[in-house]
């Protein structure tokens, strides 16, 4: 039974990915603080409370044979990264710094980085987006992931850790937290039509994103986890679609049948919000036959119908 271990695994991805994996088998240790968790436990997963931006607690841990970290711990808030930059510093920089070197001390084989389409910045010559393009990131979450990116990549080569990064474009869908309006834009939209008849947008109704359902999120990370052949790589996790924002809130409308009570204005944007790109996922297509399943009204059918359960 291989071990793994999930840092951030009480939050969104991180338990959900959990849960996988106890299905298929694996011994699995979940590194949390309780800062942004969705779930306070997992069953079947051996729980480790610890701040990995403090490296005197991760030398405490005594943990033999781990195979894989999957690394998803973070701020993860484009906004809260202008209003608190040195939470990206501490918790994605450092405490990725610190779990590389957990991973040296304790010889893992593999390091998984959860980063985000934010590295790529504004495109200036094309919109879809392939991993050879230049990186330019706008927001100070997306510097400091690709801040993370050159430490993956540097510090797993010096210590001879296997690799991967996962290039994470808008994720959502069932399990997402509704409540936090600072990530997560069809959560965001998705609530605001639920319980309102107002939908303030931040930003130009003309922005587009690449919106990737959950499961198409976590068929990658496990693709990623079990392959042998295409370590020290990166790879864009999206839908390989263009959605634009008017069409997401229209969608949502539609679904709630609010369409002659709704109103939306545009308010204002998002220090570091870009106009919009979308992935090209012909490599993690080829080289780790993923495959998504979910094109947008599928996954928000589904998302709103879970959302009016909880």
Known sequence: MKKIIITGGLGY???????????????????????????????????????ITKAFQLN?????????????????????????????VRINIIGTVNMIKFCAKNSVNKFIFASTFAV????????KLNENVICNPKSFYGISKYTCEKYVKGLCEKFSIKWNILRMFNVYGVGQDLTRRDQGMVSIYLDYIKNSNYLPVNGSLERFRDLIYIEDVLQAWLLCLKDKKNSNQ???????????VKTIIKEI????????VMKVKEAGSTPGDIMGCYADISKIKKLLKFKPKYNFKKGVKIFKEWADLN
């Open 13 to 51: 991805i991180g338990s959900l990915l959990a849960e996988k994996l106890i299905q298929d088998n694996y011994e699995v240790f979940i590194f949390d603080n309780f800062f942004t968790n969705i779930k306070s436990k997992i069953k079947g997963t051996k729980f480790i409370k610890c701040d």
């Open 60 to 88: 405490n841990i005594k943990i033999k044979n781990i195979d894989t970290v999957l690394h998803l711990a973070g701020q993860s808030s484009g906004p809260k990264s202008y209003t608190m930059p040195e939470l990206d």
């Open 120 to 127: 790529y910045g504004d495109p200036i010559d094309k919109i």
């Open 234 to 244: 990166i790879f864009n996790v999206g839908s390989g679609k263009k959605t634009y």
């Open 253 to 260: 409308i539609m679904l709630y049948k609010k369409k002659k």
